[in-house]
C-alpha cells in the first residue's frame, strides 16, 4: 500500500496519457470506419440498382437489344424505350461512381444503343462518367445505321 501511495501521482498521469491515447485513438478509428462503412454500402447500393437493371432487362428484353427503327415510329414504346434509357444512364452514374471497374461492363450494354444516342442529342447525363460513356458510343455514329 505504500508503494500506491508514493506512486500515486505517476499513476494518474499514466491513467491520463493512457485516456488521452485511447480518445486519439477513436479520434482516428470512426471516421475511418465510417468511410469504410460508407464505401460498403455504396458499392451494395450499385449492385441492387445493376440488379434491378438486369432484371428490367431481362423483362424487357426487346429495349435491351433495340430496333431503334422500329420503336422510333410508335409514340408509346419510344417513351417507354427513354425511360428504359433514363434507367440504363442512371445505372451507369451510380455503378461508376462506385468503381471504375464498371466502365466497361456499362459501355457493353450501351453499346446496343447507338440508335437512340446518334439520333438524339438530349441532355443525357449529369456526371463525367456518365458524359464521357455517352461520348465513346456517340464517336461510332457515323458507323452506326441510319433509321432514314
Not at 121 to 139: K, M, W
Request: proline letters at 4%; glycine letters at 2%; aromatic letters at 8%.
Amino acid at each position: 500500500m505504500n508503494w500506491l501511495n508514493r506512486n500515486a501521482s505517476a499513476i494518474e498521469a499514466l491513467g491520463t496519457i493512457t485516456t488521452a491515447l485511447v480518445a486519439l485513438a477513436a479520434l482516428i478509428a470512426i471516421p475511418w470506419q465510417m468511410r469504410a462503412s460508407a464505401a460498403l454500402q455504396a458499392a451494395q447500393s450499385a449492385r441492387d440498382i445493376y440488379r434491378e437493371f438486369v432484371a428490367l432487362s431481362v423483362n424487357k428484353p426487346g429495349f435491351a437489344d433495340p430496333d431503334y427503327c422500329a420503336i422510333k415510329t410508335d409514340p408509346l414504346r419510344l417513351t417507354a424505350y427513354s425511360y428504359y434509357m433514363e434507367y440504363l444512364l442512371y445505372t451507369a452514374e451510380r455503378v461508376t461512381a462506385v468503381s471504375d471497374t464498371w466502365i466497361p461492363v456499362m459501355q457493353s450494354h450501351l453499346s446496343q444503343h447507338h440508335g437512340i444516342l446518334c439520333d438524339t442529342h438530349e441532355g443525357y447525363a449529369d456526371t463525367a462518367p456518365v458524359a464521357a460513356l455517352i461520348a465513346s458510343q456517340r464517336a461510332q455514329c457515323a458507323a452506326a445505321t441510319s433509321c432514314d
